[in-house]
């Protein structure tokens, strides 16, 4: 994971912020895997890359993303977040805690879950990841994994990992408790590996009228709320968790 920080520290050295450059880092890797080549270029084209090749913004980005996949390779684990919270992403006044890798896996491993599941704030997904992690073949064949965060960053690094993982699901940009769904990206699993894409047009439409009302019917299965204890809980950027 040093060797990935160190790739992204180059290019902080050269006047961009920390911000801005993670966040471009997760579009590139996304645009790169849909080959949407026109938003590709538009992100590269934010960064001088006047240097030799091999030392421009863009060769570190793209070796920052190879090394991502081997170290992930390595640990089977998630470590976009990982590079997230490394990288002093995180944000305590959004409400973002990040559930530490052991506690997931243990979560998992005492709810053995299959099917369909849905963390409604999944952050960069280390819960979807470590249920993933407790499946055979024909489980996750069968299963489908969605995750929804608050924060588009989260949500990105998610579908990242959905993918990585290949397995199928979808990851939604919005608050879960105010039935929020501004984007989408589906994951779809194959034997030749995954692949992602956003949804766009009548296909997102369609998603959204299926999926709220399941959303729904899910939070009626827990403790129901008062609709003044929801909006006090959104009005401070936090979201009902459970898995």
């Known amino acids: 994971m040093k060797d990935i920080l160190k790739c992204l520290e180059a290019i902080l050295h050269r006047g961009y912020s920390s911000f801005t450059i993670f966040n471009d880092w997760l579009d590139i890797m996304l645009f790169a895997l849909q080959r949407d080549d026109p938003h590709y270029l538009e992100i590269v084209r934010k ?34 977040g990982q590079v997230y919270m490394e990288w002093n992403m995180s944000n305590k006044y959004r409400g973002q805690f990040f559930t530490p890798g052991h506690v997931a896996s243990m979560m998992a491993k005492m709810l053995s879950p299959k099917g369909r599941i849905l963390d409604p704030c999944c952050g960069s997904g280390v819960m979807l990841v470590e249920a993933i992690k407790t499946m055979d073949n024909e489980a996750l064949d069968g299963s489908v994994f969605v995750g929804q965060d608050i924060d588009i960053t989260c949500a990105k690094m998610c579908a990242l990992n959905l993918l990585f993982f290949n397995v199928n699901g979808y ?7 105010l039935m929020e769904c501004k984007r989408v990206y589906q994951t779809s699993r194959s034997v030749l590996g995954g692949s992602i894409r956003e949804l766009t047009g009548d296909i997102l439409e369609g998603f959204i009228r299926s999926y709220i009302p399941a959303v729904k019917e899910t939070f009626k299965e827990v403790k129901p709320m008062s609709e003044e204890e929801i909006n006090k809980i959104s009005a401070q950027s936090e979201q009902l968790s459970f898995f």
Do not use: H, P
């Open 171 to 177: 990851v939604v940009w919005g608050d879960s408790l």
């Open 47 to 80: 960064y001088k890359n006047d240097q030799a090749e091999g030392k421009r913004e863009i060769d570190y980005f793209c070796k920052a993303f190879a090394l991502l996949q081997i170290e992930m390779e390595k640990t089977n684990d998630d470590i976009l």
